[in-house]
Antibody, heavy 123, light 108 residues
Framework: QVQLQESGPGLVKPSETLSLTCAVS?????????WGWIRQSPGKGLEWIGH???????YYNPSLKSRLTISLDTSKNQFSLKLSSVTAADTAVYSC????????????????WGQGTLVTVSS | EIVLTQSPGTLSLSPGERATLSCRAS???????LAWYQQKPGQAPRLLIY???SRATGIPDRFSGSGSGTDFTLTISRLEPEDFAVYFC?????????FGGGTKVEIK
């Protein structure tokens, strides 16, 4: 059974960097899947943040690309998200998920998700 | 960016009834690369349908997806008590991947 669990600070100050980790169990992230981040806020609904291939190739939402880094830590079987220069608009529930390879560049849907973690940006 | 508009926002039905949910795209979804998910409060989303019409592993056959181009539909043939939830669609045919705003299926 594949399980994903997000962790990280629930409160981040404006202009600082939001950092989250997704621990994966039941499957090796070194194998053939994407590993992605999605966020959900009342104002914007669900928003794809980006995902990373097991090889380390990354695919980012253009609206967040300049502030975003997604990386893998295969030794710990986890992957991470860093979003810099956050504002209140980045307040959301952040979820990690496993993305299916479809054979099309970047194209992925998600078959396993974490429960999500609320991150509030506030001073 | 492809905008997905789901309708209705809320669907009030009784167990045993048929539910028809719509997902309309602002432009054609490449190769009908569209997925549907179910989400219950406090739970992770559950993949139901991918490729517009293929059921994910373990999904009951009362769930079916159809459509192409810009118009897609999720149908639940006979609602079971556990089907009352929020449903949302996602297109993965072009970047950025985008999601619909969701349809809540509630008990009438």
């Amino acid at each position: 059974q594949v399980q994903l669990q997000e962790s990280g600070p629930g409160l981040v100050k404006p202009s600082e960097t939001l950092s989250l980790t997704c621990a994966v169990s039941g499957y090796s992230i070194s194998s053939e899947y994407y590993w992605g981040w999605i966020r959900q806020s009342p104002g914007k609904g669900l928003e794809w943040i980006g995902h990373i291939y097991h090889s380390g190739s990354t695919y980012y939402n253009p609206s967040l690309k300049s502030r975003l880094t997604i990386s893998l830590d295969t030794s710990k079987n986890q992957f991470s998200l860093k979003l810099s220069s956050v504002t209140a608009a980045d307040t959301a529930v952040y979820s990690c998920a496993r993305g299916i390879l479809t054979g099309y560049y970047l194209a992925s849907y998600f078959d396993y998700w974490g429960q999500g973690t609320l991150v509030t940006v506030s001073s | 960016e492809i905008v997905l508009t789901q309708s209705p926002g809320t669907l009030s039905l009784s167990p045993g009834e048929r539910a028809t949910l719509s997902c309309r795209a602002s432009q054609s979804v490449s190769s009908n690369l569209l997925a549907w998910y179910q989400q219950k409060p406090g739970q992770a989303p559950r993949l139901l349908i991918y490729g517009a019409s293929s059921r994910a592993t373990g999904i009951p056959d009362r769930f079916s997806g159809s459509g192409s181009g810009t118009d897609f539909t999720l149908t639940i043939s006979r609602l079971e008590p556990e089907d009352f939830a929020v449903y949302f669609c996602q297109q993965y045919g072009s970047s950025p991947l985008t999601f619909g705003g969701g349809t809540k299926v509630e008990i009438k």
